[in-house]
């Protein structure tokens, strides 16, 4: 044998091992690398439907929103009105009160007149 065959032989007998090892873990990582990737379309699938759903949630709480903000301006205007009614009523019963106080002055100043 020559040297050139041996140092070739050497080098399989080194070499060609390592590269099967290399092979095995490089069949490794891509087959882990398939299922990650398996896996990360499998989130996005499920991060789009959560987005989707989110966005729908949005949707039904800004109708609610726009629901309450026009109940509240409603309530507001009811105790608005309420407000006034209630002034009307006490302005009515402080001008009874006046009306009663010049009847009797009224009365007063008839029965001096009439005596």
């Known amino acids: 044998m020559s040297m050139k065959e041996a140092v070739l032989a050497a080098l399989k007998e080194l070499v060609l091992p390592e590269l099967q090892v290399l092979k095995q873990e490089q069949g490794e990582i891509k087959a882990t690398l398939t299922l990650t990737n398996k896996r990360l379309d499998d989130i996005n699938l499920h991060l789009a439907d959560q987005s989707r759903r989110i966005d729908?949630?949005?949707?039904?709480?800004?109708?609610?929103?726009?629901?309450?903000?026009?109940?509240?301006?409603?309530?507001n205007r009811s105790i608005a009105r309420l407000y006034e009614?209630?002034?009307?009523?006490?302005?009515?019963?402080?001008?009874?009160g006046?009306?009663?106080?010049?009847?009797?002055?009224?009365?007063?100043?008839?029965?001096?007149?009439?005596?």
């Open 98 to 115: 006046r009306v009663r106080l010049l009847e009797q002055d009224l009365a007063e100043i008839k029965r001096r007149v009439a005596a």
């Open 56 to 75: 729908d949630t949005n949707k039904r709480i800004d109708a609610i929103h726009s629901d309450l903000i026009g109940r509240i301006d409603e309530t």
């Open 85 to 96: 009614v209630i002034v009307r009523r006490e302005e009515h019963t402080d001008l009874v």
